[in-house]
Every structure is written in structure tokens, then in C-alpha cells.
């Protein structure tokens, strides 16, 4: 392999390009296109001029390197196209000027710029097969612009927005390119800009840069980076503020006593224009250009004798030209490449520039290089011994094998560019050393930036041109296989590229956002905590301003976050952003769109309202209501959020109703299979046969719970435990009966039945405000065997089925009892406590003392109930938060953690899922990830009654009209 050259090495480059040929339109369109002739803005400086098209449509992206070779320039198709005094391209004639009538809305740049910044929909998208995260095409930007200022004139719309595009409000992706009204051309807004709850906020963004590169791990200490966090933002350049100036072409007349009847007498006012507006043809927005934008001089056929074109067919020829474009887009590549200065900057030349600043911005350029370069060289050998390439796959292939140091270069572009905007930003000596390179030839008076994107822009562009080889090549040419078999390597490192940029922009996002939420109350930190935001899979999907509809009062401006787990409002404060309403998981949204809903009953709405109006409803909650300020943003935003619901729909548990009553049922137990006894302030039911019968009259029963090895039910009535014979009651022989049983126990609180120390227990706790008394009763098991086996026949009014066990105290109010191998563990209002029933000693679960446990004894969350996984440690859950013991009470999974989406009431668990259950749903959570919920199970007053059959859960749900389901895990789990 040929030896790299050493030119990146050099102090500054001075190797000269290639000829740069023009590139020309097939055929010219007589367009008019002048700009509004008095733009009163800033004129952009002559070194960060882009090298654009003229027109409204732009340089094709597909049949040609347009897009990623900057040294290829279009020439202005139309000489009627002129430029204005300060060098913007002017596409507004002075006739269409007075056919736009009076423009509503301020001609100040700057008010125009803020309302684009909070309106225009920032996706991710797609262009060459790079994703863009927070990215808009040119067409977004023309609607948006268009809807802001009330115009159906897009060359109006698209005129001011490439005034804002010349003030460096956005620019492409490329760096190449100026605004153009097309969906294939994609920008994103400058620098912090699209941060947009932190424009005006003081966070310094050099925190959050410093704490990503040193989580991260993506550079040792040898490559640490040196940002300066004393530096004053104030010096900040203007570049970075809002756009300035007055659009003349949409401002108001000046005159106090000019009126839209009465126009002043000035040739010039635009009332007057709108005044003797006359009807006029109309004209066509988007100039067309054809989409071939190919040089004679950039041609095979113009390199190679006349003789060697008389040997191949047209086919061949086609074939021969784009592989001839191939080469040579991969040369200017190189040269661009060649063309990035590394050694001024890490030589000191700049001040508080050092190698970990070139070392993130560069990143590992240099074995980009060291991989294109030779592949380059190889390729131009090949052409110049061969007049006609037979074979380009084998070559192509061999390289593209090494090109895996794309995907770190790729992984660390966002961070890169963070880095360099900060400096730019905030070290006036960078930013003219940038600028006094800029002018030189061989980077085209294009940023340091388009040069930093050429590495995965490049990457992108290979699919496409091997694809046109590939049409062009004959279906049993070895070419076919081999130039497949490189795409497809491509395509996966492209797509790991994708990956990996993404998460590292969302995690630079997410940094910047969570570390400016305002954390002052526990409330707050409770919803902060439900996002996650430091999960690795933490996504960004969208951001935006809405206003937010109150009653009887004003609409309110609000800032929307979406995150791929939650829909979150917020309110931007002077230095904060407070989350202003509980965050509204991804699983519980709800949406109406009340523009197709007033087709069929919504009137509630004012006819204005309605085009930009959409509910989020908080199912189990509540709803709001939103105002879009454009239609665009309001579809964007309905579609956003549906696409993100469907991906998180899956079905993990499966919920069967086995039976369904209009008799209101308080608890119920499973006695076996789907046989149940029913209790409600009428007594015990049962639904043996299907239908449901009277058992037992009784009146005022709180509970009931069964001991199946003893064959018994005990009833909790008026605070005191009676028990019952399941068998007699199931043969309804106690319907009639008025003898009572024996009584067990009295001034009881709850009782729980469980399996502890080798003994059925049932214990009943008679709670105080301070205190507790807990009295454990077992099975008379002799006693018990008898009477099941006939030997004696007594009623249960006259002998006593439990005999006493054990009594203990609890310094606390009891609220719950789990039964452990060993010991009880009681849930109560000081946590959980655990108690050996052999020495009556009492301890926490753990040791509240620990510093990593503050954080649960500080929220005064209320302990709901321990359960047992099928890995041997123990689940503890609090009505909003869960973690992972052991039996030891330490840590068993970490810091792993579980953050319910409602206040639950109770819990359940069917391995490996977890089911939170609150009043109005059940919440499906997979043990082993604690990240999101994986389903959710809707109901109405939904309550828990039977638990412990191991692989099935029973619930009832509803009010008038009583559902009995079985909840059990899924046959077939989707995502």
C-alpha cells in the first residue's frame, strides 16, 4: 500500500485543487427572479459567503456530487438573476411585490426569527442515507415562514427566509447550500439556537461538554479537553443572537394618516400596491431546473480518444462515465480532506487551543485518511492505465473493508461540533483564524464545518453512486456481486453511524436540559426521576412551543418536550425550566385532534381554533389542550406522537374475563380453578354453575381470605375474624343456617394469611396511631383432619379451628404483612420492619442509616408490599418507587430502580413482570428493565384479590357493571 502523505501535517496547506469546472443545467428556464430590492439587514461577510444555486430549486442530490463535492458550483441559468447591495441572491420581482397585498405580521427579522425558532418542526431526517437529528427540510421552512407572516406567496416566504439563512439563523447540512423551497435538501438551526429552552437560560454549556467527555470514556487523560468555564458569555459573537433587520417588502407605511382605504400618496407604500392590486397570472414559486447537473469537463467521453468511444456501446459508455465520476469525486474527497488544518491549532498557534481540543474536533480524521487516500491513489492508477474499467467491485470492496473508522468518527461528530461552536463562541482569536483560512483556495470560502461533515456525508454518498454503476452494469458482469456485497458493508456501517450520532445528540441534549430543570421541591424531583433521563436509551423525539388552553383565561405559552418515554410541559424561568404539569408517560397518551373531531360533535372550539387545536390526554388523569401557531407544526406534532404510542404498544400479559355481574362486589378469593366466593355488604356469593348465588347472608364484611390446606374462609366483620367451612359454603348448606361460628378474634384492624416457618399462619393486627399488637393463629391440624375426614361431626360454632401461635408488638402502625421463609416482614409507617417470629426481634428491612438509602427515607413514600422474584432476592415496593434486595437488605441489582407511572395501591408479580396496580390501570413492568413500562392494562376502580396462585393474578375492575378478569402471561409477547 502507498504511503500516506503527510499534509494534514503541515502548518497550513497550501496544495493546489483541481480545476473546479461549472457545472450547467441541460436546459435554461426564462424565470424572473430579483429579490425585494431594499432588505435592510446585515450584510453576511465575504468570508462565509456559501458558493449556492440562485434559484429556488436546488442542485440535485442524487444524479451527481453535488452535494458533497463543493468545488462544483451552478451557474446562474437566468441573467435576469441579480444580486442586492449586500450580496444576498434576490428572487422577488418588483411586479410580485405589488401583488402581495398587506402582510399582517412584523417585517422585524429578529420577531420572525424567534416565532421560526419555536415553530418549525425539528425531526429527524434523512438525506444520503445520514440521519439528522432536529433537522427540517427546506419545504418545512418555507410553510412555516409562509404560515407565520399569513401568505400564500411562497417566493415571498422563501425570500425571507434566506434573509434569515444569510444571518446564520440555519444553514444545510452540507454547509453548501443556501435555503431552497425542496423536501431534499435538509438544515438545521445554528448552533445553541436549537436548544430552545435554553437560548436566554445562563447554563454554561461547557459543563455539560466537560461532563459528557469524561463519562463518555471516548478520550483518556491524554486527550483532555481545556474549557474555559470563567469565560464571560458576553463574548459570545453576534452571530449567535437573532437575526436583525427590517423586511421592507412586508413592513407598514410610515404615514400616520395612511389607511387601507385611503393610501398615501407614496409610490412605495404597500397599501397603495395592495390598493391597485390588479388580477395578474399566477406565477410559479419554484423555478425548475433539470435534476442532470454534469460538466463536459467533469465527463469519460472528454478524456478518452475518439477511437476508444467507437468501441463501446451507449450502455457501456453510461457504465464508463459514472464509474469516471466515481473516481473523481473520491479524489476531491481526498482533497478535502488533505485540506483540514490540525498542526497551527495543536501547535499553539491559536490561544487556549490544545490537543484535546483538536483531538475532539478532528477525531480520528487522519485514519479516515489513511484509508481513502490509498483507495484514491488506486483508483486514479487504475484509470490511467485503463481507458476502460472492466472491473471496479474487487478494488472497492478490499477498501470499504477498512472503513469501520467511520463509525467512531461518526459517533463523535455531534460532540465535535459542540466543542467548536463553544470555542468559536467564546475565543475571538479561533473564530478570525478560522476566517482567515476560509479565504484561502483551497477551502473555497466554505466553513470549517462543511470540511468536518464530509467524512459521513461521503459515507453516504457511496450507496448511491454504486447503485448507478450497478444499473448501468450488465446482470452476469462479476461487478453485480461484488459492488452488492460493498454496499451492503456500507449500509451496516452507515447505519451504525446513525446509531451512535444519535445517542451521543441525545445525550448532549438531555445533559443540557436535565441539569436546567428546577429541582426545588420533592414533587419536582419525584417527576425529574420518572424520566430517566439517565438512561442510555433516552431519546429526544421532539420539542417545540405551544400554547396552552386555560379556562376563562388566557392561552398560556408553554414549551413541550417529548422524550421517547414521556410527553413533558414546561415553563422556561429566568435561569430554570420548571416542569409545569405531571410528565405524561408514553403509554397513557391519548389523542384528539379537534379539527376531525368537530366533523361529528366537538362545537366547544371557536372555528379558528379548531385547524391548529389538539388534545394530550393523561389517560387516568386529565387532558390538555394545545394551540399550534401553524397547521404545519400541529400535524407535525399529532404525527410525532402517534408513530411513538404505536412503537410502544406491545402485549407481555394477557387478561381474560371469566365473569361479569351487576352486583357490587368488595373483595372476592379464588377457591380453585375459576370458582369464587364474592363478598359485599349483603354477604358471600359464589359463581359455581355460572351463576351467581347467595352462599351466606351476612352484612358489613370488610375482607375475607382463605386457608385452602384447612379447608377454610375467614371473614373479617365489624373487626372481628370468623371462619367458615368452604366446603359447606360451596354446598350451600349455611344459607339457612343461623348457628354462628366461633369467633376467632376482635378490635381487628386487617388480617393476612401466609406460609412462615413451616406453619399455615393467619395473622391479625390490631393497630393505634403509635403502635401495634400482631397475634399469629395456626391450623388445629388433628382437629382440622378429623373433621374432613368425618370422623367428627361438629360445627365450627362450637371448636376452635386455629389455635394461637405467637403475639408481638410493632412500634408503628401496621399496614401490611408478607410472609417470609423465617420471619414476617411488616409494612408500616416508619418502612418496612422485619421480625424473627422464634425471638420476637425486630429490625428494618435495611439500614436506614445508609446514605445510599436517603433518598427513599426522605420521600416519605408509603411502603406497599416485598415480593419474592423467581431469582432468589426481593422486590420492595413503595406506592412510587421500587428497588432490588437481597436477604441480607443490601443492594441485589445495583442501582436499579423502578419509578411507577401512578401512586399504586398494590402490587403482584408473575415472573418475570411486576404489576403496579392503581385504581384506574395495572402497569406491566419487566424486572430485568427498569427503563419503561412495557403495558398497560385500563380499567375502572381496579382492586387486587387473589395473588398467590404463582402464574395467574385476579382483579375486579368497574363500578355499576363488576368485571372479574384473570390476568395471566401472554402465549405470544410482542413488542
Not at 868 to 891: A, E, M, Q
Amino acid at each position: 500500500m502507498e504511503s500516506i502523505p503527510q499534509l494534514i501535517t503541515q502548518p497550513i496547506i497550501e496544495q493546489n485543487p483541481a480545476p473546479t469546472p461549472a457545472l450547467v443545467p441541460d436546459q435554461k428556464q426564462n424565470q424572473t427572479q430579483i429579490s425585494v430590492p431594499t432588505i435592510v439587514i446585515p450584510a453576511r461577510t465575504s468570508a462565509s459567503i456559501h458558493p449556492k444555486s440562485s434559484t429556488g430549486t436546488p442542485p440535485s442530490t442524487t444524479a451527481t456530487e453535488s452535494n458533497d463535492d463543493s468545488s462544483k458550483t451552478l451557474t446562474k441559468s437566468d441573467s435576469t438573476t441579480t444580486n442586492n447591495s449586500n450580496g444576498s441572491t434576490e428572487i422577488v420581482t418588483e411586479e410580485e411585490i405589488e401583488e402581495l397585498g398587506i402582510i399582517n405580521h412584523s417585517a422585524l427579522l429578529s420577531e420572525i426569527a424567534e416565532e421560526f425558532i419555536n415553530s418549525i418542526p425539528l425531526l429527524k431526517k434523512v438525506m444520503d442515507s445520514i440521519e439528522y437529528t432536529e433537522s427540517f427540510s427546506g419545504t418545512d421552512a418555507v410553510n412555516t415562514i409562509a404560515d407565520l407572516i399569513g401568505t400564500s406567496n411562497r417566493k415571498l416566504a422563501l425570500a425571507i427566509g434566506r434573509s434569515l439563512e444569510s444571518q446564520l439563523l440555519f444553514h444545510d447540512v452540507l454547509y453548501t447550500n443556501e435555503l431552497f423551497d425542496s423536501d431534499d435538501i435538509i438544515y438545521q438551526l445554528n448552533a445553541r439556537s436549537s436548544m430552545r429552552y435554553n437560548r436566554d437560560s445562563r447554563l454554561d454549556i461547557s459543563a455539560i461538554i466537560g461532563d459528557y467527555i469524561e463519562t463518555s470514556g471516548i478520550y483518556s487523560e491524554d486527550n483532555d479537553i481545556t474549557l474555559d468555564v470563567n469565560s464571560n458569555n458576553n463574548s459570545i459573537h453576534s452571530h449567535t443572537d437573532l437575526p436583525s433587520g427590517v423586511f421592507v417588502a412586508i413592513s407598514s407605511c410610515y404615514s400616520p394618516t395612511c389607511t387601507n382605504d385611503s393610501p398615501c400618496y407614496s409610490y412605495s407604500c404597500p397599501r397603495r400596491k395592495a390598493y391597485n392590486l390588479k388580477s395578474s397570472t399566477s406565477k410559479d414559486s419554484k423555478p425548475k431546473h433539470s435534476n442532470t447537473l454534469k460538466s463536459n469537463e467533469n465527463a469519460w467521453s472528454t478524456t478518452v480518444g475518439k477511437n476508444v468511444l467507437e468501441k463501446v456501446d451507449d450502455h457501456e459508455r453510461k457504465r464508463q462515465e459514472v464509474i469516471y465520476e466515481f473516481i473523481q469525486s473520491e479524489k476531491e474527497y481526498v482533497d478535502d480532506l488533505m485540506a483540514l488544518i490540525k498542526r497551527p491549532l495543536s501547535e499553539g498557534i491559536v490561544p487556549k487551543i490544545d490537543n484535546g481540543f483538536v483531538n475532539v474536533v478532528f477525531s480520528n480524521i487522519e485514519e479516515i485518511f489513511g484509508c481513502n487516500a490509498p483507495f484514491s491513489q488506486t483508483l486514479q492508477n487504475m484509470q490511467q492505465k485503463n481507458s476502460i474499467i472492466d472491473r471496479l467491485g474487487d478494488i472497492t470492496m478490499e477498501f470499504v473493508k477498512s472503513f469501520t473508522c467511520y463509525i467512531r468518527y461518526g459517533e463523535i461528530q455531534p460532540l465535535a461540533k459542540e466543542v467548536l461552536q463553544y470555542h468559536k463562541n467564546t475565543n475571538s482569536a479561533l473564530e478570525n483564524f478560522l476566517k482567515q483560512m476560509q479565504s484561502k483556495k483551497e477551502f473555497r470560502r466554505l466553513p470549517l464545518e462543511s470540511f468536518l461533515a464530509r467524512p459521513t456525508t461521503r459515507l453516504g454518498r457511496y450507496p448511491i453512486l454504486i447503485k448507478d454503476i450497478l444499473k448501468h452494469t450488465k446482470e452476469d458482469h462479476p461487478d453485480q456481486k461484488t459492488l452488492k456485497s460493498t454496499m451492503e458493508i456500507i449500509q451496516n456501517i452507515l447505519k451504525q453511524v446513525n446509531e451512535k450520532a444519535g445517542k451521543t445528540t441525545d445525550r448532549l441534549k438531555l445533559d443540557q436540559w436535565a441539569k436546567s430543570l428546577d429541582q426545588t421541591t420533592m414533587e419536582k424531583v419525584e417527576d425529574i426521576l420518572t424520566l430517566r433521563l439517565n438512561s442510555p436509551q433516552r431519546q429526544f423525539l421532539r420539542e417545540g412551543q405551544l400554547l396552552l388552553k386555560r379556562d376563562g383565561t388566557t392561552p398560556q405559552e408553554v414549551d413541550i418536550v417529548f422524550l421517547d418515554n414521556a410527553f413533558v410541559i414546561t415553563r422556561k424561568k429566568v435561569n430554570t425550566v420548571e416542569i409545569l404539569k405531571k410528565p405524561i408517560p408514553v403509554q397513557l397518551i391519548k389523542l384528539i385532534d379537534h379539527e376531525i373531531e368537530d366533523k361529528n360533535n366537538n362545537k366547544n372550539l371557536p372555528f379558528n381554533e379548531k385547524k391548529y387545536t389538539f388534545s394530550v390526554v393523561h389517560m387516568g388523569y386529565r387532558s390538555y389542550t394545545f394551540i399550534a401557531k401553524v397547521f404545519s407544526e400541529k400535524k407535525s406534532w399529532i404525527e410525532t406522537i402517534e408513530e411513538r404510542v404505536k412503537q410502544v404498544q406491545g402485549s407481555y400479559i394477557e387478561l381474560f374475563n371469566i365473569y361479569s355481574c351487576h352486583l357490587k362486589i368488595n373483595t372476592a378469593v379464588v377457591v380453585k380453578d375459576d370458582i369464587m366466593i364474592f363478598a359485599n355488604e349483603n354477604g358471600l356469593f359464589t359463581n359455581v354453575g355460572n351463576t351467581l348465588s347467595l352462599i351466606l347472608p351476612l352484612q358489613r364484611i370488610t375482607t375475607i381470605d382463605i386457608m385452602p390446606d384447612a379447608g377454610l374462609l375467614f371473614v373479617l366483620i365489624d373487626k372481628e375474624v370468623i371462619p367458615y367451612s368452604i366446603d359447606a359454603l360451596l354446598r350451600g348448606s349455611l344459607v339457612n343456617n343461623s348457628k354462628k361460628p366461633r369467633k376467632l378474634c376482635s378490635g381487628i384492624s386487617f388480617m393476612e394469611i401466609g406460609f412462615c416457618y413451616d406453619h399455615h399462619l393467619l395473622c391479625a393486627v390490631k393497630t393505634a396511631n403509635t403502635n401495634s399488637t400482631i397475634k399469629s393463629y395456626e391450623p388445629n391440624q388433628p382437629l382440622i383432619d378429623s373433621i374432613t375426614a368425618g370422623k367428627i361431626k361438629k360445627s365450627l360454632s362450637t371448636i376452635d379451628v386455629l389455635i394461637p401461635h405467637k403475639q408481638f408488638y410493632i412500634p408503628a402502625e401496621a399496614k401490611s404483612i408478607q410472609f417470609l421463609k423465617r420471619a414476617l416482614c411488616v409494612g408500616c409507617t416508619k418502612g418496612f420492619e422485619v421480625v424473627d417470629i422464634t425471638t420476637f426481634t425486630t429490625q428494618s428491612l435495611f439500614d436506614t442509616h445508609n446514605p445510599e438509602y436517603e433518598w427513599i427515607i426522605k420521600a416519605e413514600y408509603n411502603p406497599i408490599k416485598l415480593i419474592k422474584t423467581s431469582k432468589g432476592d426481593f422486590i420492595v415496593c413503595y406506592n412510587k418507587v421500587g428497588f432490588f434486595l437481597d436477604k441480607n437488605g443490601n443492594p441485589s441489582r445495583g442501582n436499579t430502580r423502578f419509578f411507577w407511572l401512578n401512586s399504586a395501591t398494590t402490587f403482584s408479580y408473575i415472573s418475570p413482570y411486576i404489576l403496579a396496580i392503581s385504581n384506574n390501570y395495572v402497569e406491566v413492568w419487566d424486572e430485568n428493565d427498569p427503563d419503561s413500562v412495557k403495558q398497560i392494562i385500563y380499567g375502572y376502580n381496579i382492586r387486587l384479590f387473589t395473588d398467590y396462585t404463582g402464574d395467574a393474578v385476579y382483579i375486579i375492575s368497574g363500578s355499576d357493571m363488576q368485571l372479574i378478569s384473570r390476568i395471566i402471561l401472554s402465549r405470544k409477547r410482542t413488542i
